[in-house]
């Protein structure tokens, strides 16, 4: 297994952390989060962190490595994950990137341009804007990110448009693409009603632990206002909807996000699809046979 890792992908829900364990537990390796919002230390239960005994079971990496009011993108992450995984190779043990990420994904199989530093006074700016301005400008300047941004994730929309507006050029022209080295990489999927319904328990599960108190306490943060469930949970706070109404949007919401996840992972040639309750059969074979 020298110089192997996998990658293991997949939307929110769908058994990723559960396999990964089982993977880790079996070869003698650790998991390095690729989860844009695991991060954030103090966003615990809407962004379904690794609970601590998952945690005391395996080693976790890039989870509650930055504040909430800190930005983070994935350049950050490629440093992060890069200096993570050599950690684990040092150890003789085997990485597992992961998490529901597709732009992490693919900064770790692609690499990614050099961006300019992200400008808290651009962003702040930025920010204040409605979602329809920014997407006006960011038709009209990068048509080719305009047509495959998730237009429904303010921040992404956001870093664009501060990358344009701070370079002058268009976000796609950052990036630039590499040999993507040959790993395994296993996206995790579901029947759509199964993977609808452990959303929706999630969600119960997530407001049952307590996501309405956690949001009260870091609702100033940038990363918890544009995050999903967060996002929502304020908007309850603010009166647009009762409780409710909340934790059925937040899983409407949730699902959204799932098909966005699928339709993203479905683009990636490199990518080999595997039913969620057979995954660790399958995954064992391909590190046996490495």
């Known amino acids: 297994m020298n110089g ?9 829900a769908v058994g990723k952390t559960e396999v990964a364990l089982q993977v880790a537990e079996r070869f003698d390796g650790e998991i390095v989060s690729t989860d844009s919002m695991q991060v954030y230390r103090g966003l615990d ?13 395996v080693p976790h990496h890039l989870i509650d490595i930055v504040d909430p009011t800190e930005t983070f993108d994935a350049a950050q992450f490629l440093r992060h994950a890069t200096q993570a995984i050599a950690g684990i190779r040092k150890r003789n043990r085997l990485p597992i990137l992961c998490g529901g990420t597709g732009l992490y ?6 690499g990614i341009g050099q961006s300019p530093a992200p400008d808290a006074a651009l962003r702040a700016q930025l920010q204040q804007l409605p979602m329809d301005a920014l997407l006006n400008e960011l038709r009209e300047r990068d048509p080719e990110t305009f047509a495959r941004i998730d237009r429904n994730n303010p ?5 664009a448009m501060e990358v344009i507006r701070l370079s002058g050029k268009p976000f796609s022209a950052q990036r630039t ?10 996206v995790l999927q579901r029947d759509r009603a199964d993977l609808h319904r452990r959303i929706d328990q999630r969600v119960d599960a997530m407001f049952a ?12 943060s940038p990363a918890a206002r ?3 469930g967060y996002r929502q949970v304020i908007e309850y706070f603010e009166g647009k909807h009762s409780l409710k109404a909340t934790i059925e949007l937040v899983k409407l919401r949730t699902r959204q996000y799932a098909k966005r996840q699928l339709t993203w992972f479905r683009h990636q040639a490199q990518a080999e699809w595997v039913e969620a309750d057979k995954a660790v059969g399958v995954v064992e074979e ?3 046979r490495a």
């Open 177 to 186: 693409r590499s040999a993507a080295p040959n790993v395994p990489f296993f």
């Open 105 to 110: 994904f693919k900064a770790w199989l692609e």
């Open 155 to 159: 921040r992404r929309v956001i870093r």
């Open 45 to 57: 239960i809407g962004t379904a962190k690794p609970t601590p005994q998952e945690r005391a079971r």
């Open 209 to 220: 632990a307590g996501l309405v108190e956690e949001t009260k306490l870091a609702m100033k």
């Open 286 to 288: 391909r590190v046996r």
């Open 4 to 12: 192997l890792e996998l990658l293991i992908a997949g939307p929110t």
């Open 226 to 228: 544009l995050a999903l």
